[in-house]
C-alpha cells in the first residue's frame, strides 16, 4: 500500500499542512467567532487508463474558515465652508460639530519656558 505521508512526494502531506496552518490561525484570530467549526477536505482524484494498469491521480486540499467579524465605526459628514468640498472625518466620542485636532509638541510657541530646579516661592518672585 502507499504511505500517506510520501505520497506524490509528500505534496498530500504538505497541501495538509498547509490548510492546517489556515485553519489555525483563523482559530487564534479574534476577530473570528470562535463557536463556528473549520474544515479541511483533502480531495483525491483517480483516473484509470483503459487497461485497467494505471492511474492519474488528482490531489486538491481545501480549507473552509470563519470570516472575520464586521468591524463598525461612525463618520461624521458634512460640507467646509471655505471650499464647499464635502467632507467626512471618523466620529470617535466627540460632539457633532466639534473638531478633532491633533496636538502636537513639535509646534514653537513664543513662549519662554523656564527650567528651574526647586520650588517657586511666586510670593518672593512678584517683588523682583
Same mark, same amino acid.
Given at each position: 500500500?502507499?504511505?500517506?505521508?510520501?505520497?506524490?512526494?509528500?505534496?498530500?502531506?504538505? *497541501?495538509?499542512?498547509?490548510?492546517?496552518?489556515?485553519?489555525?490561525?483563523?482559530?487564534?484570530?479574534?476577530?473570528?467567532?470562535? *463557536?463556528?467549526?473549520?474544515?479541511?477536505? #483533502?480531495?483525491?482524484?483517480?483516473?484509470?487508463?483503459?487497461?485497467?494498469? #494505471?492511474?492519474?491521480?488528482?490531489?486538491?486540499?481545501?480549507?473552509?474558515?470563519?470570516?472575520?467579524?464586521?468591524?463598525?465605526?461612525?463618520?461624521?459628514?458634512?460640507?467646509?465652508?471655505?471650499?464647499?468640498?464635502?467632507?467626512?472625518?471618523?466620529?470617535?466620542?466627540? #460632539?457633532?460639530?466639534?473638531?478633532?485636532?491633533?496636538?502636537?509638541?513639535?509646534?514653537?510657541?513664543?513662549?519662554?519656558?523656564?527650567?528651574?530646579?526647586?520650588?517657586?516661592?511666586?510670593?518672593?518672585?512678584?517683588?523682583?
Amino acid at each position: 500500500m502507499i504511505a500517506l505521508e510520501k505520497f506524490a512526494g509528500g505534496v498530500l502531506k504538505e *497541501k495538509f499542512n498547509t490548510e492546517l496552518q489556515k485553519v489555525l490561525d483563523n482559530i487564534a484570530d479574534p476577530n473570528t467567532d470562535f *463557536k463556528k467549526t473549520r474544515k479541511i477536505s #483533502l480531495e483525491i482524484v483517480f483516473k484509470a487508463n483503459e487497461d485497467r494498469d #494505471l492511474a492519474e491521480v488528482d490531489i486538491k486540499s481545501k480549507a473552509t474558515i470563519v470570516e472575520a467579524k464586521a468591524t463598525t465605526t461612525k463618520v461624521l459628514i458634512g460640507k467646509d465652508l471655505e471650499t464647499g468640498r464635502v467632507e467626512a472625518s471618523e466620529f470617535k466620542n466627540q #460632539l457633532a460639530g466639534q473638531l478633532s485636532i491633533d496636538v502636537s509638541d513639535s509646534n514653537e510657541t513664543d513662549e519662554i519656558e523656564e527650567n528651574s530646579s526647586g520650588v517657586i516661592d511666586f510670593r518672593n518672585a512678584s517683588s523682583k
